[in-house]
């Protein structure tokens, strides 16, 4: 079989060359929009389902939400090679693994599928979100936000209302979280010693504070499930009542009167100030705390295009964010690839260099052969600029392999030279 290739490249070289050239130039074209990653995606297909449960413990989250999940609703689902659940105070995550080579998007329609009894949990908790699938490499840019005239709690608003979506239209982006994130809350902070002297019960506090919203998460409350302002008739026509929400600062909530005790305000048995939620972690930035915006990429997006994606959006973006600084260079995986294709095209351009000058030096040696025009006989030439033709009968002929040798053996044989007196 190989014999028989080689024969026939042999036979038909022209042919072999010509497709040659052109698998060249395909593939030459082909490297502008080559995907280039740093690592394969090497993980199985997976998805990720979250229930945020505001307010429950860890032992709570797992026997009201997360158990009931994985036996009733999860339990069984199509091609799951591995069911893994995680309980934190206040969120529950199940990781569903698929076997390999499953696909993706049909795997999450089946997870999907199982979910649409979930509404049989406790009503306590939020409703479940299933996570955008996520590339293996999983990062594609850390994001630093910082400036100098505005706080941390304006940054945050900056970053999740303007930042944060406009990133999020970029194609191939799968999510953009916040760390160090600030989100500014009015804050009730009670103090048990001072609601025991007003004969003021903990409930009462929880109650008047979640009332005072347009809407609270909690279920047992009025403002749960907030009712529509209704409407105005009049011969005319109908006007629709809109609420104006009169609590905008911590001050206005203050004033508000306790339920159950409307002689006293929220500001007389506790402390209402405006501040953040309690931080887990933090972001630094220029050695002070600060934002980062942490963006990652859908398993099938290219790297280096989504990242200029990004850059481009944070470009058209500067213009109308005055005052704050935002930094793309702290991880950016694409400056990797760049530096890896840079160098090896340069790589290659050597290695073509070496390789034709290689060509260009046996080309050469192999035009030190000459034909003397007497038949197949070469003519040599020797250190002491003789040929072999005047060395005699003596002198031994300097071949390169033995059957060369043999051969002008021969030769000398049949047809002895001149010198000794041959007619």
Same mark, same amino acid.
């Given at each position: 079989?190989?014999?028989?290739?080689?024969?026939?490249?042999?036979?038909?070289?022209?042919?072999?060359?010509?497709?040659?050239?052109?698998?060249?130039?395909?593939?030459?074209?082909?490297?502008?929009?080559?995907?280039?990653?740093?690592?394969?995606?090497?993980?199985?297909?997976?998805?990720?389902?979250?229930?945020?449960?505001?307010?429950?413990?860890?032992?709570?989250?797992?026997?009201?939400?997360?158990?009931?999940?994985?036996?009733?609703?999860?339990?069984?689902?199509?091609? +799951?090679?591995?069911?893994?659940? !995680? @309980? $934190?105070? %206040?969120?529950?995550?199940?990781? *569903?693994?698929?076997?390999?080579?499953? #696909?993706?998007?049909?795997?999450?329609?089946?997870?999907?599928?199982?979910?649409?009894?979930?509404?049989?949990?406790?009503?306590?908790?939020?409703?479940?979100?299933?996570?955008?699938?996520?590339?293996?490499?999983?990062?594609?840019?850390?994001?630093?936000?910082?400036?100098?005239?505005?706080?941390?709690?304006?940054?945050?608003?900056?970053?999740?209302?303007?930042?944060?979506?406009?990133?999020?239209? +970029?194609?191939?982006?799968?999510? !953009? @979280? $916040?760390? %160090?994130?600030?989100?500014?809350? *009015?804050?009730?902070?009670?103090?048990? #010693?001072?609601?025991?002297?007003?004969?003021?019960?903990?409930?009462?506090?929880?109650?008047?504070?979640?009332?005072?919203?347009?809407?609270?998460?909690?279920?047992?409350?009025?403002?749960?499930?907030?009712?529509?302002?209704?409407?105005?008739?009049?011969?005319?026509?109908?006007?629709?009542?809109?609420?104006?929400?009169?609590?905008?600062?911590?001050?206005?909530?203050?004033?508000?009167?306790?339920?159950?005790?409307?002689?006293?305000?929220?500001?007389?048995?506790?402390?209402?100030?405006?501040?953040?939620?309690?931080?887990?972690?933090?972001?630094?930035?220029?050695?002070?705390?600060?934002?980062?915006?942490?963006?990652?990429?859908?398993?099938?997006?290219?790297?280096?295009?989504?990242?200029?994606?990004?850059?481009?959006?944070?470009?058209?973006?500067?213009?109308?964010?005055?005052?704050?600084?935002?930094?793309?260079?702290?991880?950016?995986?694409?400056?990797?690839?760049?530096?890896?294709?840079?160098?090896?095209?340069?790589?290659?351009?050597?290695?073509?260099?070496?390789?034709?000058?290689?060509?260009?030096?046996?080309?050469?040696?192999?035009?030190?052969?000459?034909?003397?025009?007497?038949?197949?006989?070469?003519?040599?030439?020797?250190?002491?600029?003789?040929?072999?033709?005047?060395?005699?009968?003596?002198?031994?002929?300097?071949?390169?392999?033995?059957?060369?040798?043999?051969?002008?053996?021969?030769?000398?044989?049949?047809?002895?030279?001149?010198?000794?007196?041959?007619?």
């Amino acid at each position: 079989m190989m014999r028989w290739i080689i024969g026939s490249s042999l036979k038909l070289r022209l042919v072999v060359a010509t497709v040659a050239a052109l698998l060249m130039v395909f593939g030459f074209t082909q490297l502008r929009t080559i995907p280039v990653d740093v690592l394969p995606e090497f993980s199985r297909p997976h998805v990720e389902i979250q229930v945020e449960i505001l307010g429950l413990s860890a032992q709570e989250v797992e026997a009201l939400i997360t158990t009931p999940m994985e036996a009733d609703l999860l339990n069984g689902t199509p091609w +799951v090679k591995e069911l893994r659940s !995680v @309980s $934190i105070p %206040g969120l529950a995550s199940i990781n *569903l693994t698929f076997e390999k080579g499953t #696909d993706l998007m049909r795997a999450r329609q089946v997870a999907q599928e199982r979910l649409n009894e979930v509404f049989a949990l406790p009503r306590v908790a939020k409703h479940f979100t299933m996570i955008n699938p996520v590339s293996s490499a999983g990062r594609v840019m850390a994001i630093g936000v910082t400036s100098n005239k505005l706080s941390l709690v304006d940054l945050t608003v900056l970053a999740h209302w303007t930042i944060q979506p406009r990133l999020l239209g +970029v194609p191939g982006v799968a999510n !953009v @979280s $916040i760390w %160090g994130r600030r989100e500014r809350q *009015l804050q009730v902070q009670v103090d048990p #010693d001072k609601l025991r002297d007003q004969h003021v019960t903990l409930m009462q506090i929880i109650k008047t504070a979640g009332n005072a919203l347009w809407s609270s998460p909690l279920s047992f409350l009025e403002a749960s499930t907030p009712g529509t302002g209704g409407w105005v008739e009049t011969p005319n026509q109908r006007l629709g009542v809109r609420h104006v929400l009169p609590i905008t600062t911590a001050n206005d909530l203050a004033k508000v009167p306790v339920d159950d005790a409307e002689s006293k305000r929220l500001g007389d048995v506790a402390s209402v100030v405006e501040d953040h939620q309690p931080l887990i972690g933090d972001a630094i930035v220029k050695d002070a705390p600060a934002l980062m915006l942490v963006v990652e990429k859908l398993p099938w997006a290219n790297t280096q295009a989504v990242t200029q994606g990004v850059e481009h959006a944070l470009a058209a973006l500067r213009p109308g964010l005055s005052g704050l600084e935002m930094d793309s260079s702290l991880f950016r995986p694409a400056t990797f690839l760049d530096l890896a294709v840079g160098n090896l095209r340069k790589a290659l351009l050597t290695g073509s260099v070496l390789v034709l000058a290689a060509l260009r030096a046996d080309q050469r040696r192999g035009h030190s052969d000459v034909d003397d025009g007497r038949g197949d006989r070469p003519l040599r030439a020797w250190s002491d600029g003789q040929s072999d033709d005047h060395r005699g009968a003596a002198g031994r002929p300097r071949c390169r392999d033995r059957r060369r040798h043999r051969r002008h053996g021969k030769h000398r044989a049949a047809s002895p030279p001149a010198s000794q007196g041959g007619k």
